[in-house]
């Protein structure tokens, strides 16, 4: 009930292409859902978040896009670049009172030049 | 501007030992979560807590693992009796309040066991 569950495990995309990440979740309490970037050394960057009651956010190159009914939510990654080669997270939190991130596993994008 | 510091960023204890890792929230944060990542997994959620304070350990094994964030100095994450399974990288995050969501992430410890 409480798992986030992420796909594709590993990405690969030419340059310029778009990327995109699925992530999937069952609790309709889960009230708070960030993607986080992580090179390899280094902790997870929040990149960009959305709540429930927003279909879509934008910043700059990013899109998350976020399905209610299907317990589904997205990132689109626009003209991808070689710098955006990463690790990518979905997360998702319960809020009230404790607000502790649920991570998906993963997914490794490279980005070819 | 900081942002979370942790301490050590490399540890390497053997069987038996006790880990002690360190973070310090970013300015003005006076949350702190404290996350676990196996290799080739996803960040697992240990404990949260506030000024002398835990809110949340639902994640935190029930035993050799404690964690304290005192009225002054850092968020301390203490391992005792260390096993070869403890071996991973340990995150801490902070946020500027409670509900805030937000969660700013450090540069991790990575703890290997010999």
């Known amino acids: 009930q409480q798992q986030v569950k992420q796909s594709p495990q590993s990405l690969i995309v030419q340059k310029g292409g778009i990327s995109i990440i699925n992530c999937a979740y069952e609790?309709?309490?889960?009230?708070?859902f960030p993607w986080y970037q992580q090179f390899p050394g280094k902790g997870p960057a929040l990149l960009i978040a959305?709540?429930?009651?927003?279909s879509e956010k934008k910043e700059g190159r990013f899109t998350i896009s976020f399905n209610k009914s299907a317990k589904q939510f997205s990132l689109h990654i626009m003209d991808s670049q070689p710098g955006d080669s990463a690790t990518y997270f979905c997360?998702?939190?319960?809020?009230?009172?404790?607000?502790?991130?649920?991570f998906g596993k993963g997914t490794k994008l490279t980005v070819n030049p | 501007n900081a942002g979370v510091m942790q301490n050590p960023r490399h540890l390497v204890r053997r069987r038996g030992q006790e880990a002690r890792l360190r973070c310090s929230p970013m300015?003005?944060?006076?949350?702190v979560y404290w996350y676990r990542q196996l290799p080739e997994e996803g960040l697992k959620f240990m404990v949260y807590?506030?000024?002398?304070?835990?809110?949340?350990e639902s994640g935190m094994p029930k035993e050799r693992f404690s964690a304290e964030f005192p009225k002054e100095g850092p968020s301390i994450l203490r391992i005792q009796q260390v096993v070869r399974g403890d071996s991973a990288a340990y995150f801490c995050?902070?946020?500027?309040?409670?509900?805030?969501?937000?969660?700013?992430f450090g540069p991790g410890t990575r703890l290997t066991v010999t």
């Open positions: 995050a902070s946020s500027p309040r409670r509900g805030g969501y937000e969660q700013y």
């Open positions: 959305i709540r429930p009651d927003v």
């Open positions: 997360a998702a939190s319960l809020g009230g009172g404790s607000e502790k991130l649920v």
């Open positions: 609790n309709t309490a889960f009230d708070y």
């Open positions: 300015k003005g944060h006076s949350h």
């Open positions: 807590l506030q000024k002398e304070n835990i809110i949340d």
